[in-house]
């Protein structure tokens, strides 16, 4: 009789283990679901927080009269708008997704409590991020020009980040469409979208020479477009070669992100009559002129959020299966993401120029720019090029490495 209850109960045990497990996988998914809606809630904060840099440079002297009783912000107020007054936003910024990189980067498990502190207490987070942008408001601007300083170089980081995701991506859609398994379905819409790619890229190219190298005397803009081409031709023939063999798709797509660096710097040199279409806008701006300037902090947050939840990409081990405890996605890397973009928005706004006064309206414009863009540009061809090469580099070590061996062991045997 005793061994039949515990026979019982050991059953009912078993009986109930399937309704448990269900409810936490339901539990985890609920969590999951939580945690990956947050990522729009911090996309929405660093968005705000890119219009309240822009109103305190563009607006913040005249708007903000309470700024002129703080000590730190000079006579006028003027050490807390403009070029000041983006580092100091910028500043309040990286402080808040600091503290969140610093304590989130170990979260792994779902039911982590700093997994509730990334998800949830908005109030909390809203108060501490209201804080953080006050505080540089009262710091002297030396610190606030050390800060400016650091983050150019942070800056940088996020430039190379989010050129590694971007290559990473290109290759992730070049396997996608021409997968070895099924090549019959998907070369042909392979080949259609490269030969896409590479007809807007020489378009582009053509285009930039008609608007922007039109005269002889615009040696610099014949420079960049040049050299553009040849980049276009070399990522094609390697990517061609036979030892490399990665087909046109991915040299196409990159084709053409390569020209758009292109334009982009180009559209960055300050405007004059001598090389440009482009005309000198009045203090206010045109409507395109808004219209593009709100495109352009869309573009900034979008690029900033894209490389936050690629996360994969930069992973050591990419083999780790994912089980239904484990986050979503690395909210370290997420908000470390975010503290670098603060800065790299600030470099935008102020056009990496510590020391200039910035132009209503505008965003990222002069020739300190304009050489970001185009060494971002060189790099990122670099950076392409190198990973279509180094595999056959690669391969090409470890078989001249087993060649004597096997002569050795032939020389053995004989």
């Not at 305190?56 to 309470?66: C, K, M, V």
């Not at 408001?137 to 300083?149: A, H, K, N, R, T």
Request: aromatic share 14%.
């Amino acid at each position: 009789m005793v061994e039949d209850k515990i026979d019982d109960n050991e059953v009912d045990q078993w009986g109930e283990l399937p309704g448990v497990l269900q409810q936490k996988t339901m539990e985890y998914s609920i969590q999951s679901k939580r945690s990956l809606r947050a990522r729009y809630s911090y996309g929405i904060i660093f968005l705000i927080t890119n219009l309240i840099a822009w109103f305190i440079r563009d607006y913040g002297e005249r708007a903000l009269p309470l700024l002129h009783y703080s000590k730190a912000c000079g006579n006028g107020g003027s050490e807390c708008s403009h070029t000041m007054g983006v580092l100091r936003v910028s500043l309040g910024c990286f402080i808040f997704f600091l503290i969140m990189f610093l304590t989130t980067c170990f979260t792994s498990k779902l039911y982590d409590i700093s997994n509730v502190w990334h998800s949830g207490w908005w109030i909390l987070k809203f108060v501490m991020l209201i804080i953080l942008m006050v505080i540089p408001f009262f710091i002297p601007s030396d610190y606030i020009q050390l800060y400016g300083e650091f983050a150019r170089v942070g800056a940088g980081v996020f430039l190379i980040l989010q050129l590694i995701s971007v290559i990473e991506f290109i290759t992730w859609w070049n396997n996608y469409w021409m997968p070895d398994e099924r090549k019959k379905q998907s070369c042909s819409l392979g080949l259609f979208m490269s030969t896409i790619c590479y007809i807007a890229s020489i378009c582009g190219i053509v285009v930039m020479y008609v608007l922007y190298a039109s005269k002889t005397s615009c040696i610099l803009n014949i420079f960049f477009i040049s050299w553009t081409a040849i980049l276009l031709v070399v990522m094609m023939a390697v990517s061609l070669h036979s030892k490399v063999n990665r087909g046109l798709l991915s040299s196409g797509i990159m084709a053409s992100y390569v020209v758009f660096l292109c334009w982009s710097a180009i559209r960055s040199e300050p405007a004059t009559q001598k090389c440009s279409s482009q005309q000198q806008n009045s203090a206010h701006g045109g409507w395109t002129t808004v219209i593009g300037f709100l495109i352009a902090i869309c573009a900034i947050v979008m690029a900033t959020f894209s490389t936050g939840i690629d996360s994969q990409t930069f992973q050591f081990r990419k083999d780790k299966v994912q089980s239904d405890d484990d986050v979503p996605y690395k909210y370290g890397f997420f908000h470390l993401v975010f503290s670098l973009g603060a800065m790299y928005f600030a470099m935008l706004f102020i056009s990496w120029n510590l020391d200039g006064l910035p132009r209503k309206w505008s965003i990222d414009v002069g020739w300190a720019s304009t050489w970001v863009k185009i060494v971002n540009e060189w790099f990122a061809a670099t950076i392409y090029l190198w990973k279509l090469i180094f595999p056959v580099v690669r391969q090409t070590k470890v078989m001249d490495h087993e060649e004597p061996e096997q002569e050795m062991d032939n020389s053995t045997s004989v």
